[in-house]
């Protein structure tokens, strides 16, 4: 159906364009086409679109507001805050100008901002839900979950079905540990677009009610590459409750899952077993086999393994004789959160001059890294790190692993290396509130910032760790 939704939204463009030929000097008619080319996510153009309306009327709050969005889209933070603001200056009562601003700011790290712009929003528009649903992000982000579900459950009373409502509920529920809850709250996420993931097939979906005994099992992936590297466990506990199990993964990871269990058949990215019974999504696998805090599948050893090609290929270039410790920085520059999950390398630095042989697990370097990279002296295997199995034959000869929030810190936990985690104020939902371990890793050791941004203190922590 993703087909027929773009053949509308197609549909819709044209019709917007024919009506803006009619009349070039329509503001609107140039901020409806904005809006259509960036449903279709093309984003250069919808902002040339929005430009041009403002070209004709400057104070125009629909153009002022999609501009916001599209910046935001585009990953553009300051340039989206200075048009929200554009909108409030034009007029403060518009709900959507607050919101947006609200939104940049968490973005940029600024959630105490951010809480601003929607305690005004909740004033503006007390009986709509979006100033409820703005006002929980805001306090999620200052991590106060608490306070945050409760904005959620005042924008679902407003509108029981809201889907981003009972999203983010479930984020909130799941961070907090409420399990038996969250788990179910967060089936919400096939409802939305941005985060589908049952498929459609003729065979029911497994909820965990009837017996997987001799049952074909088709578990699939979803979301992240992390997600799907912390979530394979599952098919391990589904063939151990006697299922026949297919899984298919993303191609970075394809190899490095073959280690999983013989008795598991890997399947391409978009591959369904030719004929099975049960199918399932991999993150609602934790729904199904009813996991709760005290019963998390954790495997003391890890349950993902490097072949002994791919190690044997790394060891030669390691150095000998000193502890080898593993370094991811950043993880992908276009995640939305980036900002808040990823160190600039500089800030890292102090680290890496304590004798100890680091090495670079990092696949894709930004330019505004490269050159403290280079003067680092830090072993950088770069481009021969083709896929996730490359990179686990290289953990495999390492002592420890220090990395962000990001697959690679989920591939050597799930190795059952040592690793220690570099976490943003607000974490993600899996590593909950106000600990130091995790419950999914046992091998895992988590610092987290004390305030938003803060680093450094992080790093302080690291360092101390690193010298006991």
Not at 115 to 123: K, M, S
């Amino acid at each position: 159906h993703a087909l027929a939704d773009r053949h509308d939204l197609q549909e819709s463009l044209t019709a917007h364009e024919t009506a803006l030929r009619l009349r070039p000097n329509s503001a609107e008619f140039h901020s409806n086409v904005a809006l259509a080319l960036f449903a279709l996510d093309r984003h250069v153009e919808a902002l040339a679109a929005y430009d041009q309306a403002l070209a004709l009327h400057p104070g125009q709050i629909t153009a002022l507001i999609g501009r916001a969005e599209v910046l935001l889209a585009l990953g553009r933070m300051p340039e989206a805050l200075a048009s929200a603001d554009a909108a409030i200056t034009a007029d403060p009562h518009v709900l959507n100008g607050h919101l947006w601003r609200a939104r940049v700011l968490i973005l940029l790290g600024m959630p105490d901002a951010a809480l601003e712009a929607t305690a005004v929003a909740r004033q503006i528009a007390p009986q709509d839900p979006e100033a409820h649903i703005s006002h929980g992000f805001a306090l999620a982000a200052c991590n106060r979950i608490e306070a945050a579900q409760l904005s959620y459950d005042e924008a679902l009373q407003l509108q029981p079905n809201h889907i981003e409502a009972q999203w983010h509920r479930a984020l909130a529920l799941l961070v907090l540990g409420r399990f038996q809850e969250g788990w179910l709250a967060y089936e919400s996420r096939n409802l939305r677009r941005k985060t589908m993931a049952a498929r459609k097939y003729p065979q029911p979906l497994w909820w965990g009610q009837q017996s997987l005994k001799d049952q074909r099992l088709y578990l699939y992936w979803e979301q992240g590459l992390g997600d799907t590297l912390h979530f394979a466990r599952y098919a391990l506990l589904a063939k151990v409750a006697g299922a026949q199990v297919f899984l298919s993964v993303q191609a970075p990871l394809r190899r490095v899952m073959q280690g999983l269990d013989p008795a598991i058949t890997i399947l391409d990215q978009n591959e369904a077993p030719p004929d099975f019974d049960l199918h399932a999504p991999l993150m609602s696998l934790p729904m199904a086999f009813v996991t709760r805090l005290e019963t998390i599948p954790a495997f003391a050893n890890g349950y993902l393994s490097a072949s002994a090609e791919d190690v044997a290929r790394w060891l030669p270039q390691l150095p000998q004789g000193r502890r080898r410790i593993g370094l991811v920085w950043s993880g992908s520059a276009t995640h939305r959160n980036d900002a808040n999950r990823s160190i600039p390398l500089a800030r890292l630095m102090r680290l890496i001059d304590n004798g100890d042989a680091w090495v670079s697990l990092q696949k894709e370097v930004r330019a505004s890294d490269l050159g403290v990279l280079q003067e680092s002296g830090m072993f950088y295997p770069g481009a021969a790190l083709g896929d996730f199995a490359d990179t686990a034959g290289l953990i495999a000869a390492l002592d420890l692993v220090i990395a962000v929030d990001t697959s690679v810190a989920h591939l050597a936990a799930a190795m059952g290396k040592p690793v220690w985690l570099m976490l943003p104020f607000a974490p993600d939902f899996r590593w909950l509130l106000d600990r130091q371990d995790s419950p999914w890793y046992p091998g895992m050791r988590l610092f987290r910032q004390k305030s938003p941004g803060d680093w450094d203190g992080v790093i302080d922590a690291i360092n101390a760790a690193l010298r006991t």
